[in-house]
C-alpha cells in the first residue's frame, strides 16, 4: 500500500534536548512538506522540499531543522532553540511541479516538558 | 504568509441537515482543495478544484471554485454522524514563485447532533 507514516505517533521530551521526527513515503512524490497544528489552529508551515538535496524555510522554521538526503524521507529534527516545540507535527507530500494534491502521514504528537 | 479567511469558525447542526462553509481572499489563487481531519490524525484529501468556475462533487460533499478565483465553498448535504471533524481550505496562489506549498485556512470544527 503507498502511503506516508510518521512515527512515533507519541513523542516525549525532556525541555532543552533535541528530538527528530521521521516521515517516510513510497507515493514517489517529489515534494514533502513539515507542518505544526497547535490546538484548535490551522496549519502552520514548517520546512518544504521540492527535490531530493533541496528544501527551503516555510513561516516558521526558527528552531527547527531538516534534511532530504533521499526521495522517500524527510526528517524534521526539533532543536532546544524552538521556544515552544510541544504540538502536534504534520508531513506531507505532493508529485509538486504543477501538482498541488498534498496528502498527509498521520502525524505525530510532541510533548516537551 | 498570505491569508485565507475560512467561516465559519464552527457549526453545530442536526444529523439531516446541510452545511456550507467557504474560503475568501484578497488574492488570486490557482487551485483550491479542501481537506477533512479527524481528531488526532492527519488531513484527508477531499475535492480539488483547478479551475474558476468549476463546480465538483464527491459523494454528498460539492465544492465551487469562485469565479473571482478569491473564494471556494464547500457545501455537505444530509449531514450523518460521522461528518463530524474540521474541515480546512486549501489555496495555492496564483503567481506562487515558492513552487509547490499551499496557504491553509483555519478550519471549521464541525459537530453533529444525532
Known amino acids: 500500500d503507498g502511503g506516508i507514516t510518521q512515527s512515533p505517533k507519541y513523542l516525549f521530551r525532556k525541555e532543552g534536548q533535541n528530538v527528530t521526527l521521521s516521515c517516510e513515503q513510497n507515493?514517489?512524490?517529489?515534494?514533502m512538506y513539515w507542518y505544526r497544528q497547535d490546538p484548535g489552529q490551522g496549519l502552520r508551515l514548517i520546512y518544504y522540499s521540492q527535490i531530493v538535496n533541496d528544501f527551503q524555510k516555510g513561516d516558521i522554521a526558527e528552531g527547527y531543522s531538516v534534511s532530504r538526503e533521499k526521495k522517500e524521507s524527510f526528517p524534521l529534527t526539533v532543536t532546544s532553540a524552538q521556544k515552544n516545540p510541544t504540538a502536534f507535527y504534520l508531513c506531507a507530500s505532493s508529485f509538486g511541479g504543477g501538482s498541488y494534491e498534498q496528502y498527509f502521514g498521520p502525524g505525530t504528537r510532541l510533548t516537551v516538558t | 504568509g498570505q491569508q485565507l479567511n475560512q467561516s465559519p469558525q464552527s457549526m453545530f447542526i442536526q444529523e439531516g441537515e446541510d452545511v456550507s462553509m467557504n474560503c475568501t481572499s484578497s488574492s488570486i489563487f490557482n487551485t483550491w482543495l479542501w481537506y477533512k481531519q479527524d481528531p488526532g490524525e492527519g488531513p484527508v484529501l477531499l475535492i480539488a478544484?483547478?479551475?474558476?468556475?468549476e463546480l465538483t462533487s464527491n459523494g454528498r460533499l460539492t465544492a465551487q471554485f469562485g469565479i473571482t478565483r478569491k473564494d471556494s465553498f464547500l457545501n455537505i448535504s444530509a449531514s450523518i454522524p460521522s461528518d463530524v471533524g474540521i474541515y480546512f481550505c486549501a489555496g495555492q496562489l496564483g503567481g506562487e514563485t515558492s513552487g509547490s506549498r499551499l496557504t491553509f485556512g483555519e478550519g471549521t470544527q464541525l459537530t453533529v447532533n444525532p
Open positions: 507515493l514517489n512524490h517529489d515534494a
Open positions: 478544484l483547478y479551475k474558476a468556475g
